[in-house]
């Protein structure tokens, strides 16, 4: 694990404000300015064009460990994320063993901390075994050392409405927060896998209708409001579901929601060729869902992007696409697919992509420790991003132990040049630094 180290970060355009230079000393920004007073021997980085931005917190991280080390690992992943200018993630709890005690919370949190790239931060089953039938130990993973706040049955909804409410009720006492999967087995079972329209019914899958998410988030913003507890909607991917987060912020409803780099960009006609690298959960949307969520990122109707970086081994994903598994990578690529969909069109403001991708995704999950803005006096969480640089998207360079890469052999504008964990440079030069 590389070593903290004191820094004169020159020249960054900070959040988007202008240029200034920026003393990082013992792990901790100690001054942001112009002609600062800088003590001999510290190391200088150039980052003349680059883009400083809070170190990015991602609420939604599939890391695979335990039980699936053949797709991903702690280690790997948490590369992936260093690599991508992330300083937190949440791992989600669809492991083997499921994350559904605080012995396993505290384990996951363990193996993080001894990575060291990252924070990262378990995510608490909703149920026990993701079964959908009993709650899980929410207090005792709340209270364990790991101190879960998240808790979520991604890749399943919690869809019984007595045992969602139930699970609000008991997180609202310890300040949580249920991450639901919003997807209504009985419009959308576990076989659809096409947003339900034209392309669906032209190559023969079965279809995912943006109703099946639309019923559930507004479910349960309305047992929110009953509970007087926080939900927060997990891939929100379709214009309904916008019209439904619209109304309930307008009601005061404590809800909140995050949308994938993929759903920013991509588009169910990509599924044409059957390419399994494009199946995911929900699916990929027509474009005036696109258009929606777009909209309601840079008005703050959603609050969040999340990558729900879902690696799979290959022997997972390389069959005919009805039969292979969901889910694509996501961290490494995240940072430049927003600057490309939404910064460089005029869309969203550097200091908006940093709310979005740092300070609500720490508020979201109560975390203290990230988010806090690039001042001084604040850790030292700081991504470095190129905006000019134009990267074709080659998969085999990517850090993750899988290669499900959506965005292989797309152009995307932009690229996270460095990135730092509490004055530790955990990313440069292409190289994650251990």
Not at 406 to 412: D, E, F, I, S, V
Request: hydrophobic share 45%.
């Amino acid at each position: 694990m590389a070593s903290t180290t004191d820094y004169l970060i020159t020249g960054a355009d900070v959040v988007g404000s202008g240029a200034a230079d920026i003393l990082v000393r013992d792990g901790r920004i100690a001054e942001i300015g112009t002609g600062l007073d800088v003590p001999s021997g510290i190391e200088r980085v150039d980052a003349d064009g680059l883009v400083a931005l809070p170190g990015l917190v991602d609420l939604h991280t599939h890391l695979r460990e335990p039980g699936r080390e053949d797709a991903e690992t702690i280690r790997t992943g948490s590369a992936a994320a260093a690599a991508g200018g992330f300083t937190a993630v949440f791992a989600m709890a669809n492991t083997n063993p499921v994350t559904d005690t605080a012995e396993a919370a505290e384990r996951i949190a363990e193996l993080g901390e001894r990575v060291g790239l990252v924070d990262v931060h378990p995510v608490g089953a909703v149920t026990k075994g993701l079964a959908g039938e009993e709650l899980a130990e929410l207090g005792l993973m709340a209270r364990s050392r790991a101190q879960v706040r998240v808790f979520s049955d991604d890749g399943k909804c919690v869809h019984d409405a007595r045992l969602m409410r139930r699970a609000l009720e008991y997180v609202k006492a310890f300040d949580g927060v249920v991450s639901q999967h919003a997807q209504d087995p009985l419009l959308a079972d576990g076989s659809a896998c096409c947003h339900e329209g034209e392309v669906s019914g032209r190559l023969g899958l079965p279809g995912w209708p943006g109703v099946a998410e639309e019923v559930i988030v507004a479910r349960d913003v309305m047992l929110a409001r009953h509970t007087g507890s926080r939900v927060h909607i997990a891939h929100a991917s379709t214009a309904g579901t916008v019209e439904v987060l619209r109304w309930a912020k307008s009601l005061g409803i404590d809800v909140t929601a995050e949308v994938t780099p993929h759903h920013l960009m991509l588009e169910t006609d990509l599924l044409a060729g059957y390419d399994p690298v494009f199946k995911v959960n929900p699916p990929l949307r027509p474009a005036e869902d696109i258009e929606a969520v777009r909209e309601a990122l840079a008005d703050g109707t959603i609050d969040a992007v999340a990558t729900d970086h879902a690696p799979h081994a290959r022997h997972d994903k390389e069959h005919a696409f009805a039969d292979a598994a969901f889910g694509m990578l996501g961290l490494e690529q995240a940072l430049a697919v927003l600057h490309t969909t939404m910064v460089e069109p005029g869309r969203m403001t550097w200091a908006q992509v940093a709310e979005a991708t740092s300070a609500r995704p720490a508020r979201i999950a109560r975390l203290t420790s990230q988010g806090g803005g690039l001042v001084a006096g604040a850790p030292a969480n700081i991504t470095l991003f190129d905006p000019a640089v134009t990267n074709v998207v080659d998969r085999e360079e990517s850090k993750s132990l899988s290669r499900n890469n959506p965005w292989h052999g797309r152009t995307l504008k932009g690229a996270v040049a460095a990135t730092f964990l509490r004055g530790r440079r955990t990313f440069a030069n292409g190289e994650v630094h251990q």
